[in-house]
């Protein structure tokens, strides 16, 4: 089974700090994303990667930036968190453009 | 015009109903279609591919209409812990999947 490790569950920060999000996949899959969810908004693509040290621009990926160092493991981080950035968010990663993607648990962040 | 779209519902259906959902797409290049499920508060999870000559796996099958560009979900034989949120993905031929907003399933009693 495909595993995907999200380093948090539940994060509560304050408005300016620097956030890291880690996620680690164990599948040896070149294709890894980080997404937002929030209610009635649905899934938000922030940044994607499909090598290492290569990333992509999702759909919202103001205020964000990623980091991919190893092939199994994508960073995403908040440069100075403000509250709007408060959310869900879910890590996933895929192989191949046929392929499903899988879903770590995902971090509830709170940025009060 | 969305690129995936889905009725939200919720679709409140009693234990034992059969419940249909369907998801429609604009990109006819579209190549690649899954559905997952979300439980409240959790990650979405791979529930089945969908293929052409669609395809069942237990109590759910899923099937595939290119020509008037949707997919479907099946579910016989409903059970309480059917009760969650189900996205449509449909995926262009790029990495990129287009993910629905999800169609509520309630279960009762």
């Known amino acids: 089974d495909v595993k995907v490790t999200q380093s948090s569950r539940y994060l509560v920060k304050r408005t300016g700090e620097k956030v890291f999000l880690e996620c680690v996949q164990d599948m040896d899959h070149e294709n890894m994303f980080w997404y937002r969810q929030d209610p009635g908004l649905g899934l938000r693509l922030i940044y994607f990667?499909?090598?290492?040290?290569?990333?992509e621009k999702g759909d919202i990926p103001e205020g964000y930036s990623v980091s991919r160092e190893k092939k199994e493991r994508f960073s995403l981080i908040l440069e100075s968190a403000s509250t709007n950035q408060t959310s869900m968010y879910l890590c996933?990663?895929?192989?191949?453009?046929?392929?499903?993607?899988?879903f770590g648990d995902g971090t509830r962040l709170s940025i009060l | 015009r969305k690129e995936v779209e889905q009725d939200p519902g919720p679709f409140n259906v009693p234990e034992g109903a059969t419940v249909a959902f369907n998801c429609t797409y604009s990109n006819s290049a579209s190549q690649s279609f899954f559905w997952y499920r979300q439980d409240c508060r959790k990650e979405p999870k791979l529930l089945m591919s969908v293929y052409s000559s669609g395809n069942e796996d237990g109590r759910f099958t899923a099937q595939l209409n290119r020509a008037s560009q949707y997919i479907s979900l099946l579910i016989r034989d409903s059970k309480l812990s059917d009760s969650a949120t189900y996205l449509c993905?449909?995926?262009?031929?790029?990495?990129?999947?287009?993910f629905g907003r999800g169609t509520s399933l309630i279960v009762h009693p």
């Open positions: 996933a990663s895929g192989q191949g453009p046929r392929q499903p993607q899988h």
């Open positions: 993905v449909v995926k262009g031929g790029s990495y990129i999947p287009t």
């Open positions: 990667s499909y090598d290492v040290k290569m990333k």
